[in-house]
C-alpha cells in the first residue's frame, strides 16, 4: 500500500474517537480545563493538579519502560522504538520542568500526598505492565494518556481563549505542536497494531481506552477536591 493511501484511511482508533467522543470530550474538556482555558482557573486547584501529576508521572515511568520493552520484543517495525523512547526521554525533561514549576508557586513537592483517584490511576497502568498484557494493548493506552493532555491543553493555547500568561508555559508543555506530532506518531503505532490483532486484543484495547478517559476524567476532578475530602 502506497505511503499517502495509509494516512488516508481511517484507523481503528479513529473510529474509537469518534463512537466514543462523548467520553473523551469530558476527559478533554473538563471543567478544569475550561477554568484554565477562561481565566477563571482557581490557583489552588492549578496546585493540587500540578503536585498530584508530579507523583502520576513519576509512578508513570515504569509504565512506559515497560511499554517500551514490549516494543522491542514484540513490534514488526523498529521506529516504534524510537518514537516511545523519545516519550521515555522526555520524562526526565517533565520530572525537571515540575521541580522548577512548583518552586515558582510554591509548591512543596516532597509533601504531596497521592489521592485516591490518582493512586488508582497508577495502579491501573501498573497493572499494563504486567507481560500477559499485549503490546497492541499497552500502546493504546499510553497513546490515549498522552492525546488526552496534548488535546486538553492545546485547547487553553488556541486564539479565542483566555489563558492567564503564568500558565502558558504548562499548556505549552503539552500543547505544543512538537507533542501532537509525537501522538500522532503513537497513534500510528496503534493503529497499526490493531489493524493486525486479533478481535479480542482489540475489544482489550477499546477496553483500556475507555478507562483510561474515565482515570483521566477523575484525575481532573481532584484538582477541585475540598480539602475535606482529601480521597477522591
Ligand atoms: C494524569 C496525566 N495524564 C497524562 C499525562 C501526560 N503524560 C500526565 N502528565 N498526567
Known amino acids: 500500500m502506497e505511503k499517502h493511501e495509509k494516512t488516508n484511511k481511517m484507523g481503528i482508533v479513529d473510529k474509537w474517537l469518534k463512537k466514543h467522543s462523548v467520553a473523551y470530550s469530558g ?35 515504569p509504565f512506559v519502560a515497560s511499554v517500551l520493552l514490549k516494543a522491542w520484543k514484540e513490534s514488526d517495525d523498529s521506529s516504534d522504538v524510537e518514537v516511545i523512547l523519545g516519550g521515555v526521554a522526555a520524562f526526565n525533561d517533565e520530572l525537571a520542568w515540575f521541580k522548577k514549576e512548583a ?6 513537592l516532597s509533601d504531596v500526598v497521592p ?26 493506552a499510553f497513546w490515549a494518556c498522552e492525546t488526552v493532555y496534548q488535546d486538553s491543553f492545546a485547547h487553553c493555547l488556541e486564539d479565542n481563549s483566555n489563558t492567564p500568561e503564568e500558565l502558558r508555559e504548562t499548556c505549552e508543555r503539552w500543547g505544543n505542536d512538537g507533542f501532537g506530532q509525537y501522538c500522532l506518531s503513537l497513534r500510528e503505532i496503534a493503529n497499526r497494531l490493531l489493524d493486525k490483532a486479533p478481535a479480542d486484543v482489540v475489544s482489550k484495547a477499546e477496553v483500556v ?9 477523575e484525575f481532573w476532578n481532584m484538582s477541585h477536591a475540598e480539602t475535606s475530602g482529601l480521597t477522591l
Open 27 to 61: 476527559a478533554t474538556r473538563h471543567p478544569f480545563i475550561h477554568s484554565i482555558r477562561h481565566g477563571t482557573v482557581d490557583l489552588s486547584s492549578f496546585k493540587r493538579w500540578l503536585g498530584q501529576d508530579y507523583v502520576f508521572v513519576r509512578a508513570s515511568v
Open 103 to 108: 518552586s515558582k508557586w510554591d509548591v512543596s
Open 115 to 140: 489521592l485516591n483517584a490518582n493512586l488508582r490511576y497508577c495502579s491501573f497502568l501498573e497493572s499494563l505492565m504486567s507481560s500477559d498484557i499485549e503490546y497492541t494493548v499497552a500502546i493504546t
Open 209 to 217: 481506552f475507555l478507562r483510561v478517559l474515565e482515570y483521566e476524567v
